[in-house]
């Protein structure tokens, strides 16, 4: 092998280069995506990255479009592969600031990863009052650590997930949903409210009412972050509840709180943010929801 490559490694290795640069200087070194991918698992490097790596070079197709909803149309952001499909799908939920260009950076990561992925944007997002105050189901998931969303919201995503069931590129089979915040609570209770959602990824967001949880059929993966955690009715604080509760209503619920993450952990930069993190955290639990897809999509 290239010592130039394996010079490389030991610097990945040591933390003198950051995965994304890794990943870009093996694929140049390497002289294409998959002899980076044969590269770094003869270096013994986990299966994650070497996803990461193939995905790197991956071709995908995006664009701006509307979805009908009952109560009008759904501005949205679309990522995808190239190709005809079928493709299983995620529906991307932003958080609490709306569509911005780090939650279509997560589509695209998706898209590059074969999966078809829809950014709705949600209006209804907004935590504050025009006075600065906050409205008052945030005080109350604030007070009670219990996410209570809207119907009309949840709509909303029943028609997103509607409109990706109808398309001849996706595999409607294979629809799952990831949000992140408010989001990663929107999700949460879409899989109390979809006996068809084949997934729920749940990036520090809220439980929703604990007696909704029976409903559940989706397996669903929590990620948190360690320093969310400010008190017993924190994102966090009741992560290990919503565990208890989830296993003895057997329901299939994996999590992982990440040590040294706040809140907010797989963005990049302040909010709303424009691209994913290059951080431990965020890179362990890319891997993780990849995996836990992969998993599931075998078992389906």
Same mark, same amino acid.
């Given at each position: ?7 490389? *490694? ?41 996803r ?17 909803? *009952? ?36 589509a ?59 398309r *001849?590129?996706?595999?409607? *089979? ?13 999700s949460?209770?879409?899989?109390t ?10 990036f ?17 993966l ?18 290990a ?28 930069d ?19 929801v ?11």
């Amino acid at each position: 092998m290239d010592k130039s490559l394996e010079k490389l *490694s030991e610097g990945f290795r040591k933390g003198q280069i950051n995965r994304r640069e890794f990943i870009q200087r093996v694929v140049l070194a390497a002289g294409g995506i998959v002899a980076a991918g044969n590269v770094l698992r003869k270096l013994g490097f986990d299966p994650g990255l070497v996803r990461e790596a193939q995905a790197a070079g991956a071709d995908i197709i995006t664009m701006d479009l509307t979805y009908p909803s *009952s109560d009008g149309d759904v501005d949205a952001y679309l990522a995808r592969p190239f190709g005809d499909g079928p493709f299983p799908a995620m529906i991307v939920i932003h958080e609490i600031f709306g569509l911005s260009e780090f939650a279509k950076d997560v589509a695209r990561l998706f898209a590059r990863n074969g999966y078809l992925a829809l950014a709705p944007h949600f209006p209804e997002g907004g935590g504050a009052l025009p006075d600065g105050k906050h409205a008052q189901w945030m005080l109350d998931t604030i007070r009670t650590g219990t996410a209570v969303v809207p119907n009309d919201e949840q709509d909303k995503l029943r028609d997103g997930f509607i409109f990706l069931s109808q398309r *001849s590129d996706v595999d409607p *089979s294979h629809i799952a949903s990831v949000g992140f915040c408010w989001g990663g609570a929107r999700s949460f209770t879409f899989a109390t409210r979809n006996p068809d959602l084949w997934a729920a990824v749940v990036f520090y967001g809220s439980t929703p009412p604990l007696d909704d949880l029976d409903a559940i059929q989706a397996p669903v993966l929590g990620l948190y972050g360690g320093l969310d955690n400010g008190s017993p009715t924190s994102i966090t604080g009741r992560s290990a509840e919503t565990a208890r509760e989830m296993r003895a209503r057997g329901k299939d619920f994996e999590w992982e709180v990440y040590n040294q993450a706040p809140h907010g952990f797989f963005r990049a930069d302040a909010p709303p943010g424009t691209r994913i993190a290059d951080t431990r955290p965020a890179n362990i639990a890319k891997d993780l929801v990849f995996d836990f897809l992969q998993r599931h999509y075998d078992r389906g």
